[in-house]
């Protein structure tokens, strides 16, 4: 500036030539001139300025050096009624002034020359007195504290924010509280758009804004309205990168409190993560403030301010999926207390019945039919409750071999041949080629079994049920269509899930806990496959498909396990029965008896090895589960004791896992059956005690 000074056409102005300014203006210029400090010099009546270098960022490329010499009004006629009055104070009374973080609006580093940037500052203003003792002029020292006032303003945003996250809420309720935040910094964040996926939905749409009026929010509900008001939405959701885009002109209506009465022109638009995950789970579209330049410092506020967004809907999105496991854990809880009540009720009243005298004949047959149908439903609900904890633990083992897509079909009908006929259905199968995959044929059975018994429960009578078989893309396909009451839009995405059915009445007229299809599905992964369902909606049918590799061999690999044989008949045994449930003991002992064989029962782990002695038994059935000491161990100290060690044992137990089997044979058992025991494995297990 001492150049530009130097060259300056002085004569041109009041002040004239440079040689004849006054001493003290001289003096105070070359104090202005030699400052780090932005300052500037208004002198004379009209107060005109000079001013450093340090002072040129205050003014922008837009003023300097036009201003130079020009009168405060002239060079700042936006702002000069604000800064004017401090001068033309001191100018008249002679007093020092000193105003601190004062908000001014200048142009200077936006494009629009229109729109006054926001600008905070502390000014020092000094009196500067002429040879004869008048006030000629101001001095002021200037400091922009712009940084850390907009600073402040933000951090205050993001404060409220962080503490927004941590209330409860749903989805929208997170986000309305977001806006609700931003809607109160107007000055950086003109307006907001939060898009995500409320509850039930699929799609991102509009959740939550800010200081956008009613009828453009509903004209921006989706990211298809977005794209027709030219908002890149699909190009963030897609790419998963922020972008910044021009604003068409908006109806605007400015918010004198909390925000600029110009419309912004530009926003941001950003995409909201879950932690540790990179899908999209939403978007935030923040506009930029027309009175702040979009630099570095800004950019970073949008940051964070997305980041504190995506913490109010990850921690929404986890509160919605607690609730919802917790409402599903709920509902399965009641599920589970009626599909047991159901069979309890009828087992409850064939024991009373049979407690009763003069039954005989076909009502004692009867009643024993009741008890063994009853039975069975409890033991497949049981076995499903199992399936599912093993699988959900990675418990399960697959036996596979190559097996064709038409045996496991065969396989899986002889299971729901009779409720197929009760609901008198229109059954047709069609297999394309001979399709052979790598599989558990066990599993792949349990599979197609659960999916045949849904199309049956829920097609009414008369209804129609196709089965296909073929192959594509590497996989062997099952495909199960039927034309019943088909599936809602909102539910088929979440048919696999735990706990999961179409309609849940109070009469639980279909029955089943809900877990089918869960199962299917995480079977279908475990084999490398796939599961999924469509439906054209509620009363269309619904068709499940089944996808499971196929087998990279032509033969079959393993022979059929040859059917068991039936178990050899002999004299009678003496059985001793170790449990530590006394029915379970009793009922099992009577059972024997009822066979034929001088059975008693002990409950107590501690009197085995004397009760063994005095009954000299040809076999034992042990709970593994015993208190004090388990089945395994009990087995040990029988094989380590010389006068019983010859005896043969059979472990009875819940768990019936492979490792389970494995563990009880290390131990010394010689069989292994998993409760219920049946009648026919206890037949087969005790022929080996005649050998």
């Given at each position: 500036m001492?150049?530009?000074?130097r060259?300056f056409?002085?004569?041109?102005t009041p002040?004239g030539a440079?040689?004849d300014w006054p001493?003290?203006l001289r003096?105070a210029?070359?104090?202005c001139?030699?400052s780090?400090s932005?300052?500037a010099i208004?002198?004379?009546d009209?107060a005109?300025v ?12 837009g ?5 130079l010499?020009?009168p405060g009004?002239a ?8 800064l004017?009055?401090?001068v033309?104070g ?8 000193l105003?601190e973080?004062?908000?001014?609006f200048?142009?200077r580093h936006l ?7 926001e600008v905070?500052a502390s000014?020092?203003?000094e009196?500067l007195?002429?040879?004869d003792g008048t006030?000629?002029g101001v001095f002021c020292l200037?400091?922009?504290t712009?940084?850390?006032?907009q600073?402040?303003?933000r951090l205050?945003t993001l ?10 809420g749903?989805?929208v309720?997170a ?6 935040i ?6 950086d ?16 749409e509009l ?7 009613a009828?453009?929010?509903?004209r ?9 008001h030219a908002?890149?939405?699909?190009e963030?959701?897609a790419?998963?990168e922020t972008r910044e ?5 908006l109806?605007w ?6 925000g600029?009465p110009?419309?912004?022109r530009s ?21 930029v ?6 630099d570095?410092?800004?950019r970073?506020?949008?940051d964070l301010?997305a980041?504190?967004?995506?913490a ?5 999105l986890?509160r919605?999926?607690l ?8 509902e399965?809880?009641?599920m ?5 009540r159901?069979p309890?009720?009828?087992?409850r009243h064939v024991?009373d019945?049979?407690?009763a005298?003069?039954?005989t004949?076909?009502?004692?047959a009867?009643?024993?039919e ?6 069975a439903?409890l033991?497949r ?14 418990r ?11 045996e496991?079909i065969?396989?899986s009908l ?5 409720l197929?006929?009760?609901r008198q ?8 080629g001979?399709a ?14 659960n999916?045949?018994t849904?199309a049956a429960?829920y097609?009414?009578k008369?209804g129609?049920?196709h089965?296909?078989s073929f192959e594509?893309d ?5 495909r199960?269509?039927?034309t019943?009451?088909g ?13 999961v059915?179409?309609e849940?009445t ?6 089943g806990?809900?877990?089918g299809?869960?199962l ?10 796939h ?5 054209d909606g509620v009363?269309?049918?619904?068709t499940?498909t089944l996808e ?8 079959v690999l393993h022979?059929h396990e040859p059917e068991?044989a ?7 045994l ?9 029915d379970?003991a009793?009922s099992?002992?009577?059972l024997?008896?009822?066979e034929?064989h001088?059975?008693?029962a002990?409950?107590?782990a ?7 002695r005095?009954?000299?038994p040809?076999?034992?059935?042990l709970d593994?589960?015993?208190?004090k ?9 029988i ?5 019983l060690a010859h005896?043969t ?11 389970d089997r494995?563990?009880?044979f290390e ?8 409760k219920p025991v049946t009648l026919d494995a206890l037949?087969?297990?005790?022929a080996?005690?005649?050998?």
């Amino acid at each position: 500036m001492s150049g530009r000074m130097r060259d300056f056409d002085w004569d041109a102005t009041p002040f004239g030539a440079l040689a004849d300014w006054p001493p003290p203006l001289r003096a105070a210029l070359s104090l202005c001139l030699g400052s780090q400090s932005p300052a500037a010099i208004w002198w004379g009546d009209d107060a005109r300025v000079l001013y450093n270098d340090a002072y040129i960022p205050f003014l922008g490329a837009g003023k300097h050096p036009g201003v130079l010499g020009l009168p405060g009004a002239a060079g700042w006629p936006g702002t000069w009624a604000q800064l004017g009055a401090h001068v033309e104070g001191v100018l008249h009374s002679g007093d020092a002034a000193l105003s601190e973080d004062e908000h001014v609006f200048l142009a200077r580093h936006l494009d629009q020359q229109d729109v006054q940037e926001e600008v905070y500052a502390s000014f020092a203003y000094e009196p500067l007195y002429a040879d004869d003792g008048t006030i000629a002029g101001v001095f002021c020292l200037c400091s922009e504290t712009t940084p850390r006032m907009q600073g402040e303003r933000r951090l205050t945003t993001l404060r409220a924010l962080s503490a927004c996250a941590a209330e409860t809420g749903s989805v929208v309720a997170a986000c309305e509280c977001a806006t609700d935040i931003l809607a109160a910094n107007g000055y950086d964040v003109p307006f907001s758009a939060i898009y995500a996926v409320p509850l039930g939905r699929t799609d991102l749409e509009l959740v939550a804004s800010s200081h956008l009026d009613a009828p453009l929010v509903a004209r921006l509900h989706t990211l298809a309205d977005a794209r027709a008001h030219a908002w890149p939405l699909d190009e963030v959701l897609a790419q998963g990168e922020t972008r910044e885009f021009a604003l068409p002109s908006l109806d605007w209506r400015g918010d004198a409190d909390s925000g600029w009465p110009e419309a912004p022109r530009s926003a941001l638009a950003i995409p909201l993560r879950r932690a540790g995950v990179q899908d999209v789970i939403g978007i935030a579209v923040l506009g930029v403030s027309p009175r702040c330049a979009l630099d570095d410092s800004y950019r970073a506020f949008f940051d964070l301010v997305a980041a504190s967004v995506e913490a109010v809907v990850a921690s929404a999105l986890g509160r919605e999926a607690l609730q919802a496991a917790n409402r599903q854990k709920t509902e399965f809880l009641a599920m589970l207390a009626h599909e047991l009540r159901n069979p309890l009720a009828p087992i409850r009243h064939v024991a009373d019945r049979l407690g009763a005298e003069g039954l005989t004949g076909p009502q004692a047959a009867r009643c024993i039919e009741i008890l063994r149908r009853q039975a069975a439903v409890l033991s497949r609900l049981v076995d499903d409750l199992l399936d599912m904890s093993r699988i959900t633990l990675g418990r399960v083992q697959l036996h596979k071999r190559g097996v064709l897509l038409q045996e496991i079909i065969a396989q899986s009908l002889e299971s729901v041949d009779a409720l197929i006929r009760e609901r008198q259905h229109r059954l047709t199968v069609t297999s394309e080629g001979a399709a052979r995959v790598d599989g558990d044929p066990q599993r792949l059975v349990q599979c197609l079994v659960n999916v045949l018994t849904n199309a049956a429960k829920y097609t009414g009578k008369g209804g129609e049920l196709h089965i296909e078989s073929f192959e594509r893309d590497g996989f062997g396909v099952l495909r199960v269509r039927d034309t019943g009451q088909g599936i809602a839009p909102e539910l088929i995405e979440h048919i696999f899930d735990l706990f999961v059915q179409s309609e849940r009445t109070l009469d639980r007229a279909q029955g089943g806990l809900g877990l089918g299809l869960s199962l299917v599905k995480k079977v279908m992964e475990l084999h490398g496959g796939h599961a999924y369902a469509s439906s054209d909606g509620v009363g269309h049918g619904t068709t499940v498909t089944l996808e499971v590799p196929l087998a990279d061999y032509d033969a079959v690999l393993h022979e059929h396990e040859p059917e068991a044989a039936p178990p050899e008949t002999g004299g009678p045994l003496r059985v001793l029965v170790v449990d530590d449930n006394a029915d379970a003991a009793d009922s099992l002992a009577m059972l024997l008896e009822a066979e034929g064989h001088a059975a008693t029962a002990v409950y107590d782990a501690d009197a085995v090895l004397a009760c063994a002695r005095q009954f000299a038994p040809d076999a034992i059935v042990l709970d593994i589960g015993l208190p004090k000491i388990d089945g395994y161990q009990m087995a040990q100290r029988i094989r380590a004791t010389p006068d019983l060690a010859h005896i043969t044992l059979i472990a009875a137990t819940g768990y019936g896992q492979p490792e389970d089997r494995a563990r009880a044979f290390e131990a010394g058992f010689g069989d292994h059956l998993v409760k219920p025991v049946t009648l026919d494995a206890l037949r087969r297990a005790l022929a080996k005690a005649r050998r």
